[in-house]
């Protein structure tokens, strides 16, 4: 695999993102952000720092999660339907640099997008500290402008990479609204796949407590990853604790990003 | 070595959801393509030329066979870098300019910024599209993506260049280009691959074609030696004819049109020679305006190849008939 062709590739998904109106929503959504926390500012008393930051951290979540399988699922599908991809594989690249590329762009893309939403967040969270500190300080569970805060983006940021393999996995065989349903369901059932694992305490048959820890094990195992309750109410969370989901992600993202390419590498562009 | 060679080709798509079946679209398809060639790739729609090229291409696997390119096997990385290619009504990104798209495939060959400016530069103004150079593609009309097209697939400045019909969506002066581009690629010893529906594109560039109907090859060979286009008369354009002289060619004529003031159209069989005719009409006075060979038309040839191959399929003797 060459580097500099998959870097092509992925830079080239980047300005086809920025382009494609991305900017606008990460916009829109940091003014909607800082118009939501005034107002919730003015109406709460002392609980405002805490609901602000979950309700910036559950924002990030969404405007990603939208990001992640509107323009993941719309990577590949788009180059096949339109056919752009004829030019494209006879250049001198493999159907692998290609899939790879595709996938580090749109990381590129959410990365910059959460950096983004990240520094709108601090900033209306330094701006409402600023403002209301000296009365509600003694309140909040943890500071403001708190750098813990970044361990629950960072989560965000790999729950968002692994949704994002799993729109490109089904994308590289299924039209985009069937792909688009598939993720959504994957992205919610990766929040109560724990329930799976202990099945046999809820139901008597084997077989059905197999089939459920089989699934334990093959669907995405989302919420560990997601530990804004934990930031924001100033619950310690060990570094091995995000270094052994961080290390889950990679893994499971390596797989579904391999199958994609394994699937794609035999496809037909009729 | 040849540039191009495809060994028993063959290529099966399935029809159906439910309960699938094999379509053959191409048919064991042989073809040797020499270096520095330009060889004409003719057939009707759905002959089975874009899923030929779309082999060479491997943007789709054969049933069964093999293809080379420049010796190498198809899809081969290395190939790709000795290639170009042009889809049929190709399609590029809306949000990218011109130059913005010929420098992400230049990207692709590894070029550096230098020499990208510099390719970039001298096909935009090639294709004649440089005053539009940052003008977003989806601005562009069907012509001027033709034109894009055609400069993205000589970014590398390819040994051997596929065409998928390179005319299509030109306005005349746009296919004259094309044909001279065409030209001067084969004067740099550039193997040129184009397909295409019109015959007089083919004989006006081929050293080479080979016809394809019903995803099988019908014909191969230089134009002028195919049988299928062998000449079957003479068209002769003639000013000043005297009335004797007329009546003497309109018996021999299968066709007399008169064009204008003392001028006439005359079709004519193909013996006498020209030699004898010309002879005749200079000693009656007459001017020769032109003299032409009249051939079997392509279309001329599809159709008669068609209605044969489905005489073939109906009577149940055909090859055809076990394949489909």
Avoid at chain 1, 192 to 208: G, I, Q
Avoid at chain 2, 50 to 71: R, V
């Amino acid at each position: 695999m060459t580097t500099g062709v998959v870097r092509a590739i992925a830079v080239s998904v980047f300005r086809e993102s920025v382009r494609d109106k991305v900017l606008y929503n990460l916009v829109f959504f940091a003014v909607l952000l800082i118009a939501v926390s005034y107002l919730l500012s003015q109406l709460t008393a002392g609980q405002d720092m805490k609901v602000i930051k979950d309700l910036g951290l559950a924002a990030m979540s969404l405007f990603g999660l939208f990001i992640a399988v509107f323009i993941g699922i719309g990577l590949v599908s788009k180059e096949v339907e339109k056919r752009s991809i004829y030019s494209l594989l006879a250049k001198p690249i493999g159907r692998q640099e290609f899939v790879v590329g595709k996938y580090l762009g749109l990381l590129l893309t959410l990365f910059v997008n959460l950096a983004i939403m990240a520094i709108a967040y601090y900033a209306v969270l330094g701006a409402v500290a600023w403002v209301d500190g000296a009365w509600f300080r003694p309140h909040w569970e943890a500071p403001a402008v708190d750098p813990m805060l970044l361990k629950a983006i960072a989560m965000i940021f790999l729950q968002l990479a692994i949704v994002v393999a799993i729109a490109l996995f089904f994308s590289t065989f299924s039209s985009p609204m069937l792909a688009a349903a598939l993720t959504f369901g994957l992205y919610v059932v990766g929040h109560f796949n724990a329930d799976l694992k202990n099945f046999e305490t809820v139901v008597d048959s084997k077989p059905v407590a197999y089939v459920a820890r089989v699934l334990y094990y093959l669907l995405p195992n989302l919420a560990p990853l997601d530990v804004k309750s934990e930031v924001v109410h100033a619950v310690p969370v060990p570094a091995t604790y995000l270094l052994l989901n961080t290390a889950y992600a990679v893994v499971y993202i390596s797989v579904l990003v391999s199958a994609a390419t394994f699937i794609f590498a035999r496809r037909d562009f009729k | 070595m040849y540039a191009i060679r495809t060994e028993a080709l063959t290529k099966d798509f399935s029809i159906g959801f439910w309960r699938p079946r094999a379509y053959r679209a191409l048919h064991g398809l042989n073809l040797e393509v020499n270096p520095g060639e330009t060889f004409g790739f003719l057939g009707p729609n759905g002959a089975g030329k874009t899923t030929t090229l779309k082999l060479l291409m491997q943007l789709i696997y054969p049933t069964s066979g093999h293809a080379e390119i420049l010796d190498r096997p198809v899809g081969d990385v290395s190939v790709k870098r000795r290639i170009g290619y042009l889809p049929e009504s190709p399609y590029f990104y809306d949000y990218l300019t011109a130059e913005e798209l010929l420098d992400y495939y230049a990207t692709l060959f590894g070029y550096d910024s230098v020499e990208r400016r510099r390719r970039v530069s001298a096909l935009l103004d090639q294709v004649g599209i440089a005053g539009e150079r940052r003008l977003p593609l989806r601005k562009f009309s069907k012509g001027m993506i033709q034109r894009v097209g055609i400069a993205q697939a000589l970014i590398n400045d390819p040994e051997v260049v596929f065409f998928d019909e390179p005319m299509s969506g030109l306005d005349p002066l746009g296919r004259r280009e094309v044909r001279n581009l065409i030209l001067s690629l084969r004067d740099r010893g550039c193997t040129v691959f184009f397909s295409s529906h019109v015959l007089s594109d083919a004989e006006a560039l081929c050293n080479r074609v080979a016809v394809l109907a019903h995803g099988k090859l019908v014909a191969s060979g230089r134009i002028s030696d195919l049988q299928a286009f062998d000449i079957r008369g003479w068209e002769l354009i003639v000013s000043g004819l005297t009335p004797e002289s007329l009546e003497r060619h309109r018996a021999r004529a299968q066709r007399v049109t008169l064009l204008g003031e003392q001028r006439y159209s005359l079709e004519l069989p193909l013996a006498p020679g020209p030699e004898q005719l010309l002879r005749d009409l200079t000693g009656s006075g007459a001017q020769v305006v032109s003299l032409n060979p009249i051939r079997e038309t392509l279309e001329d040839f599809f159709v008669k190849t068609i209605a044969e191959q489905a005489s073939e399929r109906w009577s149940g003797t055909g090859e055809s008939r076990k394949q489909s």
